[in-house]
């Protein structure tokens, strides 16, 4: 199967090193799964575009099914990718979260506004933490 489909699975573990056996279907499905998150991340603006309220809930609740399957199956075979997707997931959650505060749930304009900044400063730390990983492997590569 890997040799048919390795290039639909790049970076995911099919094959257990420690016991030699066969991941389970869970670890497989992640490729269609982050394709189908991805797709109804835009589904859900673009159907639900007049009521805000519901597409917060929506993204909060798609959020943390996937994180839930994420963490559950571990489909990456380094632990620093792992740890890397978890961050990120973990990340794009908090933001989500933030965008309450940009909805009718709630309806200080000063509040959503300080929380602007909040909001910027978790997306220059996710962009910080993936931007020093990525020089990290590059200088590691280089090395060897």
Known sequence: MLSKWG?????IRIHSYETGKTRDNFALAYTP?????????VVIPSVSYSM???QVQLLLISM?????????????????????????????????????LYSDFDTSVELAFMMGYVHAGVFVVM?????????YKQVFDARI
Do not use: K, Q
């Open 64 to 100: 943390t099914l996937y994180m839930i399957y994420y963490v559950g199956s571990r489909p990456h075979d380094t632990r620093s990718r792992v740890w890397l997707e978890s961050f990120n997931e973990c990340m794009i959650l908090m933001i989500i979260y933030m965008m309450v």
């Open 52 to 54: 805000p309220f519901v």
């Open 33 to 41: 799964v982050f394709v189908w998150r991805r797709l109804f991340l």
């Open 7 to 11: 290039n639909f699975y790049p970076d």
């Open 127 to 135: 962009l910080a933490v993936n931007m020093a990983v990525m020089i």
